[in-house]
C-alpha cells in the first residue's frame, strides 16, 4: 500500500535568508543597523538645496490656507487641523455662519499635541465616532481614536464634546488600550468592541476575531462574545445602523480580502444576508444596494461586475430576488463610489479616469421606476466627488459637498442641493506656477496588446528630445484608482524645477473596475508590471525622456511594484524610490499583516502558487553582475501594516553585493504612512524628491 504522504506536494524549503536578523523590529542590534544606515542617507542627501527643498514642501503642509474638510454633526461642522503650531494636531469645530468665512472661529475640543505632552505618549489622531443623541441634534459623546506610534493599533477612549475632556474609567467612561480593531456605539451604555485584546482575539491576518458586546463598567474580557469567525480568515467586525425606524445590529466575516459575509441580528440570532461573499453591499434605511466584484447570476439573469444594483431590504431577506439595475459598467466607464441623501443617491464614476456624477432617485410611491441625472458637467482629466452633507438633516438632507481637483487645480470646495445649484464654499491656494504647465493623457501598448493610460503633467513647450528628468508613480493593486489630484509637493518639488510627472493607470488598479483589478491578482501578477513598464517604454518612444532620466516611485503594494521595476527592468530607470514596500514575498505572510493580502498575491505555502509568486518576488530576484538604477528603499518602525522588515533586508542584501547607490532610510515612528507629523512627512517627501532629482536631473 501506497503511504498516503508520499503522495503529497511537499512543502518547499525556505530558500537562505542570511538577513533574517533583521527581522527582529525593535531589537537593538538592528535598530544600530537602522541608525546606521539613516546617518548615511542622511549625509547624502540632506545637503546643498535639501533644507530649502524641505522647508518649501513644509510650507505647503502647514498653510494656514488649506481647505479645513468638515464633517457634520447636528449644528457643528467638526475638522481635524495641523500646522507648524500644532502638529499633532487640533480636533476642533465651528458653526456654518463661521465656517464659510474667511477665518472661520473654531473651538478647539482637543489639543493632541498638549494631550501627548500631559501622557508622555506620542500620540496620533485617528478619528472620532459619536453617540447618536435621542434628540438627534445634541451631539455629545464620542468615542476618540489615537494611536500611540502612527500604527493601526490605537487606544480607543471616551470624549464628552461639551465638557472638552475625556470621561475617566473612574466615572464610568470607556476606555480600551491600543489594539486593531474599532468600536461602535449600541446605545448610551453599550458598546460594539472587535479588538485584537485578550485570549484567542487575534486572526492570522493580526485583525480581530470576535465582536464582543461591551456594557459600561465591565472588562473587555469579561464582556459577551457575539460574533466570530475562524483564526485563519481575515477579520470580524461588528457595528450597529442607528438610524431612527431602521435600527439593526451588522457583523460582518471577512473571510479574505476580498470576500465577505454579512449577517444581521433578528429574532435571536444571525442571519446571512443572501448574497456571495465577492458582492459588496450596503444597508441604507429601507434599501439594499450590490456590487458585484465578479458576474453574479441570480435567478437566471447575470449581473456584470462592477454594476450596481437596489432592492428593498425587507423583500431581498424575505426571499425576493428582485433587484433594479443602477448601473453597468462599459468598457470605459467604472462605479467608484456612492452616497445617500435624503431622497437621492450620487453616484462616482470615471469614465477613461475622469470623473462622471449621476444622481440617482428612487421610485416615488406608485412608480416602480428609478429615474437617472447628470448632476454637473465634470471637466475632463480631473476627479470630481461627490457626498451627502448629512442625509438626516430635516433641512438640507439633499445637500451634497463637491470636491474638485486637478494635476494643475487646487481643490475646490463647493456646497449644493440636488434639484438646484451649488456654490463655492472654499478653495485651496495654489502652490507653484500652473500657467506653464499642460496635463495630457496618453495610452501606451502592453505586452499583450491592453492599453494602459496615464497622465503626463509637463511644461506646455515641452521639447522632445528625451532630456527630461521624469518621475513616474503607479499603484496597481487592491481595486485602488490612481486619479488627477492637486499637489503642492509634486508641484514644487519636481514640476518648477523642469521635471515632468507621470501618473500610470495600470492593472491591478480600479480605474476600470473590478475586471481591471482581477486582471493582475496572483499568477496575472506580471500583467501590471507589464503595463507599468509599457508606459516607461512609450514615455521613452516619445522623446520625453530616456532611461538615464526616467525614475519611478510607489509605496506599499506600489514598492512592490517598483521593486520589479528594479529586478526585473533595471534598463528602463536610471532611480527607483521604493516606500513601505512588500518585497520579500516568500516570507510576506509571516510579517505584520501579510497574511491578510493572500488573495491579491497568492500563498507562498502552497508550493504550486509560490511557483508563480517567486517571479515577482524582488528580494529573490536580484542577480550578480546586473547594473541596477539608483536605489532609494524607506520605510518606518512602527508600520504595522507592511512593517519595516521587508525594506531592511533587501538594502542589506544590495549593499551586501556590493550594488552600488543603494541607500536606505526608517523613520522610528509614523505608521504605515511614514510618518505622524506634517514635519516628519515633509522630510519623507524631500529626501525622496531629492533622490530622484539628484539621480536624475541633467
Known amino acids: 500500500m ?29 535598530l ?121 493599533a490605537s487606544a480607543l477612549r471616551e470624549y464628552d464634546v461639551d465638557e472638552r475632556a475625556f470621561v475617566s474609567p473612574e466615572d464610568g467612561g470607556f476606555s480600551l488600550p491600543a489594539a486593531k480593531g474599532g468600536a461602535d456605539w449600541l446605545d448610551a451604555e453599550t458598546l460594539i468592541v472587535s479588538s485584537t485584546l485578550g485570549p484567542d482575539a487575534v486572526t492570522t491576518s493580526s485583525y480581530p476575531r470576535i465582536v464582543r458586546k461591551l456594557p459600561r463598567g465591565v472588562a473587555l474580557d469579561d464582556a459577551e462574545v457575539i460574533f466570530e469567525v475562524p483564526a485563519d480568515h481575515l477579520m470580524a467586525s461588528g457595528g450597529f445602523d442607528d438610524t431612527p425606524g431602521f435600527e439593526r445590529l451588522l457583523a460582518s466575516d471577512r473571510i479574505s480580502f476580498f470576500d465577505v459575509q454579512h449577517s444581521v441580528w433578528r429574532d435571536g440570532g444571525w ?44 423583500a431581498f431577506m424575505g426571499g425576493s430576488k428582485e433587484l433594479t439595475l443602477l448601473f453597468s459598467p462599459d468598457a470605459h466607464t467604472s462605479l467608484q463610489s456612492w452616497s445617500w441623501t435624503r431622497n437621492h443617491l450620487l453616484v462616482n464614476l470615471l469614465r477613461d479616469v475622469s470623473s462622471e456624477i449621476r444622481v440617482l432617485t428612487p421610485p416615488a410611491s406608485g ?46 470646495l463647493l456646497r449644493g442641493t440636488i434639484g438646484g445649484g451649488n ?17 495630457e493623457q496618453h495610452f501606451a501598448t502592453s505586452e499583450d496588446g491592453t492599453q494602459v493610460p496615464y497622465f503626463q503633467v509637463g511644461p506646455k513647450d515641452l521639447e522632445l528630445d528625451g532630456s527630461h528628468p521624469t ?64 508606459v516607461a517604454r512609450d514615455l521613452v518612444r516619445r522623446d520625453v525622456t530616456s532611461p538615464a532620466h526616467l525614475g519611478c516611485t510607489g509605496g506599499s503594494n506600489g ?5 520589479n521595476m528594479l529586478v526585473s527592468y533595471p534598463e528602463l530607470f536610471g532611480a527607483i524610490s521604493c516606500g513601505v514596500p512588500l518585497l520579500d514575498m516568500r516570507r510576506y505572510t509571516k510579517l505584520s499583516a501579510g497574511t491578510s493580502w493572500i488573495a491579491e498575491y497568492g500563498d507562498p505555502d502552497v508550493p504550486e502558487q509560490w511557483e508563480f509568486i517567486k517571479t515577482f518576488s524582488p528580494y529573490h530576484l536580484l542577480r550578480d553582475g546586473v547594473d541596477y538604477p539608483d536605489t532609494f528603499i524607506w520605510t518606518a518602525t512602527s508600520d504595522d501594516r507592511v512593517g519595516p522588515v521587508q525594506a531592511r533586508k533587501m538594502a542589506a542584501r544590495m549593499l551586501a553585493m556590493g550594488i552600488p547607490n543603494v541607500w536606505y532610510h526608517e523613520a522610528l515612528e509614523g505608521g504605515h504612512a511614514g510618518a505622524s507629523d506634517n514635519r516628519q512627512a515633509a522630510a519623507l517627501q524631500a529626501r525622496s524628491q531629492a533622490f530622484l532629482w539628484r539621480s536624475l536631473g541633467a
Open 367 to 412: 412608480s416602480a421606476e428609478w429615474s437617472a441625472a447628470e448632476l454637473d458637467a465634470c471637466p475632463p482629466l480631473h476627479l470630481v466627488e461627490s457626498y451627502a452633507v448629512d442625509d438626516e438633516d430635516p433641512e438640507a438632507g439633499d445637500d451634497y459637498w463637491l470636491i474638485a481637483t486637478g494635476f494643475l487645480t487646487p481643490t475646490t
Open 32 to 152: 544600530d543597523w537602522v541608525r546606521e544606515q539613516n546617518a548615511r542617507t542622511e549625509d547624502l542627501l540632506e545637503t546643498g538645496d535639501y533644507p530649502e527643498l524641505e522647508a518649501e514642501i513644509l510650507e505647503v503642509m502647514d498653510s494656514q490656507d488649506r481647505i479645513p474638510m468638515v464633517t457634520k454633526r447636528g449644528d457643528w461642522y467638526y475638522n481635524f487641523w495641523r500646522d507648524a503650531q500644532n502638529p499633532k494636531g487640533l480636533w476642533r469645530r465651528t458653526r456654518w455662519e463661521s465656517y464659510v468665512t474667511d477665518s472661520p472661529e473654531w473651538e478647539i475640543l482637543l489639543d493632541v499635541d498638549a494631550l501627548a505632552e500631559r501622557e508622555g505618549t506620542e500620540w496620533v489622531w485617528g478619528g472620532a465616532s459619536f453617540l447618536r443623541p435621542a434628540d438627534g441634534k445634541s451631539w455629545r459623546r464620542c468615542m476618540v481614536r489615537l494611536s500611540p506610534d502612527g500604527g493601526d
Open 559 to 563: 514598492g512592490l511594484l517598483v521593486g
Open 471 to 534: 518621475q513616474l508613480s503607479g499603484y496597481g493593486g487592491f481595486e485602488i484608482s490612481r486619479t488627477p489630484a492637486y499637489s503642492g509637493i509634486i508641484g514644487r518639488a519636481w514640476l518648477e524645477r523642469g521635471g515632468v510627472y507621470v501618473v500610470a493607470n495600470i492593472r491591478g488598479g480600479g480605474e476600470y473596475g473590478p475586471a481591471w483589478h482581477q486582471a493582475a491578482l496572483k499568477e496575472n501578477r506580471h500583467r501590471a508590471y507589464e503595463d507599468f513598464a509599457a
Open 271 to 314: 442571519q446571512q444576508i443572501p448574497v456571495p461573499t465577492d458582492v459588496d453591499i450596503d444597508v441604507h434605511r429601507e434599501w439594499i444596494l450590490f456590487r458585484p466584484q465578479r458576474d453574479w447570476e441570480l435567478d437566471g439573469a447575470v449581473h456584470r461586475a462592477g454594476s450596481l444594483l437596489a432592492a428593498g431590504f425587507e
Open 2 to 30: 501506497t503511504d498516503p504522504a508520499q503522495t503529497l506536494t511537499p512543502v518547499p524549503r525556505e530558500p537562505v535568508d542570511e538577513n533574517l536578523w533583521l527581522e527582529d523590529i525593535h531589537g537593538t542590534e538592528q
Open 423 to 439: 456654490d463655492q464654499v472654499k478653495r485651496a491656494p495654489s502652490f507653484f506656477d500652473e500657467s506653464r504647465l499642460t496635463v
